[in-house]
């Protein structure tokens, strides 16, 4: 990594992965290849990831990881992925667009003329039952916080597309790395959490078919809110490892969770429990 990079915020970062937290992503490779298995295995049509792809947001760790999740870009409905808080590290991570030129096929939208903020939000329609919705809320920050924030063009923008003719038939996932509550229904703290989890909140509340998937908080979790919310947790951090999977009908929508045994991924049982309204 160049000297360059060190200073200031990454530096901190860097300590904190030498005194332990680095060994517990240590598997990462072999999870990811494991859980591409799955979904090559399982016929996943699309696959969704909500950020923190890197821990110091460097070039060397976004091509490593692009690497590693190549075999979700061959799902037959694409691979969608945005950016965590760890991927967006620092201001030169994102003067430079480090994630951007790594994962730029990943941001491409089905209805670019509804971006509102560079490429944001992302829409990908997967098929004619479903559809993405991603907006991002990561940013750089302080090195005491690790909080996000939607810009509020995202926000209009998502409002909008959520109104799109082309959207309001199909079940929508609103995807965003930050998670507007916490697994107990509580905000997170004003230095983790997504500031204006209201307003986005309030937006996704009028979808009549949908869920909110993120990420940010290392463990998995849903909440009924309506829509629902569902955390993806770490697939990769040891003792947390979990994903969501979802099987999507032209009335019902069943859900089901992704379980690592510490070999292999597996379906749980399908919930009875559903993010239809």
């Known amino acids: 990594m160049p000297l ?3 200073p200031g915020k990454r530096l901190i970062g860097g300590a ?5 937290r680095g060994r517990r992503f240590a598997d990462a490779p072999r999870k990811i290849a494991a859980l591409a298995r799955l979904a090559r295995e399982e016929s996943a049509d699309s696959v ?7 821990a110091l947001g460097t070039d060397a760790e976004l091509a490593a990881a692009r690497a590693g999740v190549k075999p979700f870009f061959e799902a037959p409905l694409g ?3 945005l950016p965590g808080n760890h991927d967006l590290y620092t201001r030169s991570v994102i003067r430079e667009q480090r994630f951007d030129r790594h994962f730029a096929d990943a941001l491409v939208s089905d209805l670019p003329e509804q971006c509102t903020d560079g ?11 479903a ?10 920050s302080l090195p005491w916080q690790s909080s996000g924030r939607i810009p509020s063009a995202q926000l209009e923008g998502l409002r909008t597309v959520l109104g799109h003719e082309d959207i309001r038939r199909r079940f929508v996932f609103v995807a965003t790395h930050y998670a507007p509550l916490r697994a107990d229904g509580s905000p997170d703290t004003p230095l983790h959490g997504l500031e204006n989890a209201g307003p986005f ?3 996704c509340a009028g979808l009549q078919r949908g869920a909110i998937l993120c990420g940010h908080i290392h463990h998995a979790f849903r909440h009924a809110i309506p829509p629902e919310l569902f955390c993806g947790g770490s697939a990769t951090m040891d003792g947390h490892e979990a994903a969501w999977w979802f099987e999507i009908g032209e009335s019902r929508t069943t859900v089901r969770p992704v379980h690592w045994d510490g070999g ?5 049982p399908a919930d009875e429990r559903t993010p239809v309204g």
């Open 4 to 6: 360059r990079d060190w």
């Open 16 to 20: 904190n992965l030498l005194r332990g």
């Open 48 to 54: 969704v990831c909500t950020g923190d792809l890197s």
């Open 79 to 81: 691979f969608v992925c």
């Open 119 to 129: 490429p944001w939000p992302v829409v990908r329609l997967l098929g004619e039952l």
């Open 131 to 140: 559809a993405v919705v991603a907006v991002n809320s990561a940013r750089p």
């Open 201 to 203: 909140l309030d937006i």
């Open 264 to 268: 292999a991924w597996s379906l749980g």
